[in-house]
């Protein structure tokens, strides 16, 4: 394991270095990394770590979204209230919609399959977005219009609703009957997921205080490492109640990081956010060499020329709905564009869900691995590289 740890650190970073010399994003050089390294390729890491794969990349999420929660402004989030609940849904629909539309006539599957695939790939990538909207709200950049408070929430809420709808086209392909409640777990997900974060922070913030008022001063150390075991056992709770009631683990870690950040002072937020920030630098190589080391090469080859099509025509189906979901807004063209951009790279869910339907042993199980390797290695370059270029000019600067 120790080796491997080496190895995740060592060439992930050097690799995320020479992307960034030749003017690439450094999530590039660490999905190759994780790529060339894992079971599919080299196969040098030990199979404890990949057999931990899933929960390593998940604390390594909790991390960037605590410091997303950290960094948003409650005034600015205001004011992308109705775009932002449209992006959480609206985009990923029109995906889906390609998929049902369109992919029965490339692949030959029928509908229901045609819509799992769609919902595989359907998730915009919280782990290649979020760190960009952090930079950007920290930099001064959309801040003015709320861009990067926008994309944060509506990426945030987005992967919820992509998963729900996932479970539930799973269980119709095994014979199960969908019902109303299997589609209000969305909004209800959405709803207690912020309220119990939101409670935590402010348990939080009531403990920090109460500390500080007996003279017993608490380290931003040690709030760091209490901030943090509340997200994991956040996350952690979310599994353990999803048979008797649904809400997002994810979700709620951020609303509670942006209780704390409301109710403490600015020093205190700023130190956390720092602290965080630093512990980032780690978990950043973690998540996307281990997302590279998810990606199961061999399944590029057999998706073919459909697959890659298929792709492009669900991103067209996708940005349109980005632009609809923004109708209203104040934002001119270019910042519409970037949103856009924005919303293209796909990583964390495509590798977590993506050999699922295969798993249930689904007829078109391959078939949607496959998809969901090709739309991992297509959009988060993609995606990373066009924000990466484009941010600057696309967007104003406060």
Not at 328 to 350: D, H, M
Request: glycine residues 8%.
């Amino acid at each position: 394991m120790l080796t491997s740890l080496s190895l995740i650190f060592l060439v992930g970073l050097a690799m995320a270095s020479i992307c960034q010399r030749i003017k690439l994003p450094r999530i590039i050089g660490m999905l190759f990394t994780g790529i060339v390294l894992g079971p599919y390729a080299l196969n040098l890491l030990d199979s404890s770590i990949l057999g931990i794969s899933a929960e390593l990349r998940k604390m390594a999420l909790v991390i960037i979204l605590i410091k997303a929660g950290l960094s948003l402004n409650l005034k600015d989030l205001k004011k992308v209230g109705r775009p932002a609940v449209l992006m959480s849904f609206f985009p990923a629909l029109f995906e889906i919609a390609a998929f049902i539309f369109i992919a029965p006539a490339i692949f030959g599957v029928i509908r229901l399959e045609a819509a799992i695939m769609g919902a595989v790939v359907a998730a915009v990538s919280p782990a290649v977005v979020v760190p960009k909207m952090v930079q950007m709200i920290e930099n001064g950049y959309g801040n003015n219009k709320g861009i990067p408070q926008l994309i944060l929430a509506g990426a945030s809420l987005d992967d919820v609703f992509v998963i729900v709808l996932f479970t539930t086209l799973l269980g119709m392909a095994q014979g199960e009957s969908a019902t109303i409640m299997d589609f209000a777990r969305v909004p209800v997900s959405i709803v207690l997921g912020i309220a119990l974060g939101a409670c935590v922070g402010w348990a939080l913030h009531l403990f920090f205080e109460m500390q500080y008022a007996r003279k017993r001063y608490v380290r931003n150390s040690t709030k760091t490492i209490i901030v943090l075991g509340m997200s994991f056992l956040l996350v952690t709770l979310e599994t353990w109640l999803e048979h008797r009631v649904s809400f997002s683990g994810l979700l709620a870690v951020m609303s509670m990081a942006c209780m704390v950040q409301i109710k403490s002072t600015d020093f205190v937020a700023r130190r956390l956010s720092e602290k965080f920030g630093k512990l980032w630098i780690a978990a950043e190589v973690i998540l996307f060499v281990l997302v590279g080391a998810a990606v199961d090469i061999r399944y590029t080859l057999e998706a073919g020329l459909g697959a890659v099509l298929m792709i492009f025509l669900a991103l067209t189906f996708r940005s349109a709905g980005v632009l609809i979901s923004l109708i209203g807004t104040k934002l001119n063209f270019q910042e519409r564009l970037f949103c856009v951009i924005s919303y293209l790279p796909k990583a964390t869910v495509q590798a977590a869900i993506g050999s699922v339907p295969l798993a249930m042993g689904l007829p078109c199980g391959k078939l949607v691995l496959s998809v969901a390797v090709l739309s991992i290695i297509i959009t988060a370059p993609l995606g990373a590289l066009g924000m990466d270029a484009t941010y600057k000019t696309l967007v104003a600067k406060e």
